[in-house]
Structure formats: structure tokens, C-alpha cells
């Protein structure tokens, strides 16, 4: 059965884009704990990103790269945060995390409560900024 993220990819279920080449899409997290945060996956369906093969890999770090300056021209923050955890959703992601200090790195404290409005502008705003 095809993963939540995969049903994303086809366009069958809703996401704010704001990346996509051949290989990877990138979209809002739906429950950020962070303005901006990002999921990159890859559109090969893979459950543990370290089981991706090496070259596809480096593409998705690179992909993630050009998604994580467009959110650094978009959003106020001090750097992109990395990290992957893939614990609730079995399909290999990166989270691109804006931010100013540790803690907006912090997967254990209450998620931000944005409406699907502004979700859709924060969106808008990275698009823009992606080249
Ligand atoms: P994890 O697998 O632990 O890295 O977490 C999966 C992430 O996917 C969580 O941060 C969720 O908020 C996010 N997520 C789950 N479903 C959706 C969705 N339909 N659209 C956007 N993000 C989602």
C-alpha cells in the first residue's frame, strides 16, 4: 500500500508544495514546530532513508540544500536545522527546520497552531525563493 507521503507526491491528498524536481518533493510539515518546516522525500518509496542507495542520497542532500536556502530567503531564522527521525511515517524524509535557537529543533514541545491560510503563504513565500 502506498505510503501517506507517496498519496502526497501523486496529488492525492493535499500538501503545500514547495519544491519538486524528477526524483524528490519537498512540502510543509503539516504539524511544524518551526514556521517553514519542511519535509524532503524521495519519491522512490523507501522506508529507512539509510537503505537509499548512495548516489540517490547525495541527490537528495543536494536537493535538500537548494529547499533549505530558499527557506533561509524566505523565512526569518539563524540557520536550516537538519534532522530525520521517520519514526511515525515509513517512507524516507529529511525535516527542514528554520531556525534561531536549539530548542526549534525540539520534536517534544507543543507544535505550532497555523491555519491552512497561512500555511499556504509561508508556502508561497519559500516557492518564490527556489531556484
Ligand atoms: P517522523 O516520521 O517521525 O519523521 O514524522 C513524520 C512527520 O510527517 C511529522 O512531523 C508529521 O507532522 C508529518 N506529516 C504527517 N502527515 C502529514 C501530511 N499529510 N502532510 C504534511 N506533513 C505530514
Known amino acids: 500500500m502506498a505510503t501517506i507521503f507517496s498519496k502526497i507526491i501523486a496529488g492525492e491528498i493535499p500538501c503545500h508544495k514547495v519544491a519538486e524536481d524528477d526524483e524528490f518533493f519537498a512540502f510543509l510539515d503539516i504539524n511544524p514546530v518551526a514556521v517553514g518546516h519542511t519535509l524532503v522525500v524521495p519519491k522512490q518509496e523507501t522506508d529507512y532513508i539509510f ?11 543536494c536537493f535538500a540544500k537548494r529547499v533549505a536556502a530558499a ?5 526569518i531564522c539563524k540557520r536550516i536545522g537538519l534532522t530525520v527521525i521517520g519514526l ?20 517534544g514541545r507543543k507544535k505550532l497552531e497555523i491555519t491552512p491560510e497561512s500555511l499556504a503563504e509561508i508556502a508561497g513565500k519559500i ?5
Open 51 to 61: 537503505d537509499l542507495d548512495d548516489p540517490l542520497l547525495g541527490r537528495m542532500i
Open 71 to 75: 527557506q533561509k530567503a524566505a523565512i
Open 88 to 107: 511515525e511515517v515509513p517512507h524516507a524524509h529529511i525535516h527542514l527546520i528554520p531556525m534561531t535557537r536549539e530548542s526549534d529543533m525540539f520534536f
Open 127 to 131: 516557492r518564490k525563493e527556489y531556484k
